[in-house]
């Protein structure tokens, strides 16, 4: 019996239901195409994790793990001095990248008082595309006065690249979510600005009920003609970051405030707003300077750990 549950999961697991989107913004979907090379759903093209966390005793634990490659992890790692119960964990991929035709889902869940920190390895490299295009969703979950921080690296689209990115959040009223997105336009070290087809990011704010409290969209579009460059879009820059910091632990004009102040200070443009509902706060910042983004997102973020946990943000070494 035992058996039979198990190949029933798989077989949810790999039925598109669950790793295609009920919807593809049509910016994206009118590449779609039977590619010449592994089309979707084959070995490779799916790629799953799914990581559940629990508090257990003094520190959180990862109690239930699965995965499909491309994506995978090694272990959840301690090394943060100021929060040893705080475990944090890099996503990884086997595949060099996204590909066409690839459908990547990942599963993140934090039970009632757990903590943890998700990020990636390295940068999400997106590869040039002939057919189709390629999916990537992100599904975290927080429960009762739960602190999650999902805070991956930069997605940098290559030439002729097609991607939807998908991140939806269900966080309980007491719990606490910080999330990240970066996109650099391109490989700037070869000279390549916007000459990938598509690029769209959704990031979606949910409560239990299924009440939708923030959603916000991202279009980047050069290859359907439109303009990314302009003053209401990119305006010249060539990195645009967000961080959404989701929390009860503060009031939401607090965390503006203090995301205001140390984002002042990096001589970036950017721009902070509260959350609907004042569930909290985030910003949107452009950038031309790769490093100079990415230390900024991580004053912010240091921030922001100051203000609702007491404790500044450890320092990840990843290179």
């Known amino acids: ?3 039979q549950t198990q190949a029933a999961a798989e077989a949810a697991r790999l039925s598109p239901e669950h790793y295609e989107p009920a919807r593809v913004p049509h910016e994206v979907h009118r590449y779609a195409g039977r590619p010449r090379t592994l089309p979707v759903g084959h070995p490779g093209k799916v790629g799953l994790l799914e990581l559940t966390f629990a508090k257990l005793g003094e520190r959180t634990e990862l109690v239930r793990h699965y995965q499909k490659p491309p994506l995978q992890i090694m272990r ?4 943060d001095p100021h929060r040893p119960d705080m475990p944090i964990t890099f996503v990884m991929s086997t595949g060099g990248g996204i590909v066409q035709a690839d459908r990547l889902r990942l599963d993140v869940h934090f039970g009632p008082h757990s903590a943890g ?3 990636t390895q390295a940068a999400t490299k997106v590869h040039g595309m002939d057919h189709d295009y390629a999916v990537q969703q992100v599904f975290v979950t927080a429960e009762e006065s739960a602190y999650v921080e999902y805070l991956p690296d930069m997605t940098i689209p290559h030439p002729r690249s097609r991607l939807y990115q998908r991140t939806v959040v269900n966080a309980h009223p007491s719990a606490t979510v910080l999330v990240s997105e970066c996109v650099m336009v ?3 070290a070869r000279g390549e600005r916007h000459q990938y087809d598509v690029l769209a990011a959704d990031f979606e704010l949910s409560r239990p009920d299924g009440a939708l409290v923030a959603l916000d969209t991202v279009r980047l579009d050069p290859g359907g ?4 460059t302009g003053p209401a879009v990119l305006a010249g820059h060539d990195l645009m970051a967000s961080l959404f910091a989701v929390t ?7 965390v503006a405030d203090v995301l205001h102040t140390v984002l002042a200070e990096s001589g970036l443009p950017y721009g902070v707003s509260v959350l609907p509902g004042d569930v909290g706060a985030w910003v949107r910042l452009l950038g031309s300077d790769p490093v100079a983004v990415t230390v900024a997102l991580e ?3 240091s921030a922001l750990r100051l203000l609702l946990t007491g404790h500044p943000a450890p320092h990840l070494r990843k290179s």
């Open 248 to 254: 009860p632990l503060a009031p939401a004009g607090e």
């Open 299 to 301: 004053h912010a973020w």
């Open 186 to 188: 391109g490989r700037l």
């Open 117 to 119: 920190h998700i990020t």
């Open 1 to 3: 019996m035992g058996h």
């Open 225 to 228: 003609g439109s303009t990314v």
């Open 76 to 79: 959840p790692l301690y090394f």
